[in-house]
């Protein structure tokens, strides 16, 4: 099956700091890859869409300065976050679909950042 | 533009027992309706989706899916529930045809069974 993977688990920076997640797609071609927010007991919500070997869509109210996204190629899609500040602290998912397959998405294991 | 509603923020059961978890959405002409798992600290799982065709969906897990149109439900079902089920249970919907593809989801359902 369709298999993304997204590395780091976990990671603890200091403020001020650029950290970088990446999200892979394993076994299936991804045009667009998703990257999501998530606060806790709470919904997912979308920060980007990706697009492979153009610029990333932002929704309203992400600052697209600091959170650069970066989809270089139809397997991977790298989010950091710079100049990360406390309240950045968050779950960070991907989630990409197989340009060949159906319309559902598969996500990644997720991020959890804590900036310290 | 579409929505997705999930009305309960937890539902209860007990092992052994079927359990619901309810959604209901809002979209421009025919759906596409999904359902994820979320469980702590991981990404979320595919568990099911209705495409078209038969209503009753079958997925992962034993978890199945019933698509009514009338209503505009597409309730999650388990005849029989296990605490390893005890999760946060997530429905989306996109449009079939049109606009985004990126998919709506509903705030989550956390399900707790109880031994």
């Known amino acids: 099956g369709a298999v993304v993977s997204q590395h780091p688990s976990w990671v603890i920076c200091k403020s001020g700091t650029s950290v970088k997640i990446e999200c892979r797609s394993l076994?299936?071609?991804?045009?667009?890859m998703f990257w999501y927010r998530q606060f806790p007991k709470q919904s997912l919500m979308l920060m980007a869409t990706?697009?492979?070997?153009?610029?990333?869509?932002?929704e309203q109210g992400v600052e697209k300065d600091k959170f650069l996204i970066n989809h270089a190629s139809l397997t991977l899609s790298t989010l950091t976050v710079t100049s990360a500040h406390p309240e950045d602290s968050s779950f960070y998912i991907c989630?990409?679909?197989?340009?060949?397959?159906?319309?559902?998405?598969?996500f990644g294991q997720g991020t959890r950042l804590t900036v310290v | 533009a579409q929505s997705v509603a999930q009305p309960e923020d937890q539902v209860n059961v007990a092992e052994g027992n079927p359990l619901t978890v309810k959604c209901t959405y809002s979209?421009?002409?025919?759906?596409?309706l999904f359902w994820y798992v979320q469980y702590p600290n991981r990404g979320l799982q595919f568990l099911l989706k209705?495409?078209?065709?038969?209503?009753l969906v079958k997925g992962s897990y034993g978890f199945e899916a019933e698509f009514n149109k009338s209503q505009t439900s597409f309730h999650l079902k388990k005849p029989s529930a296990l605490v390893s089920d005890s999760a946060l249970y997530f429905c989306?919907?996109?449009?079939?045809?049109?606009?985004?593809?990126?998919?709506?989801f509903g705030r989550g359902t956390s399900l707790i069974v109880h031994p």
């Open positions: 989630s990409a679909r197989d340009q060949l397959g159906g319309r559902e998405a598969f």
């Open positions: 076994d299936f071609q991804a045009t667009t």
């Open positions: 990706s697009n492979e070997g153009s610029k990333a869509t932002y």
């Open positions: 979209v421009s002409g025919n759906p596409y």
């Open positions: 209705y495409i078209t065709g038969d209503n």
């Open positions: 989306a919907v996109s449009p079939a045809s049109g606009g985004s593809y990126i998919p709506t």
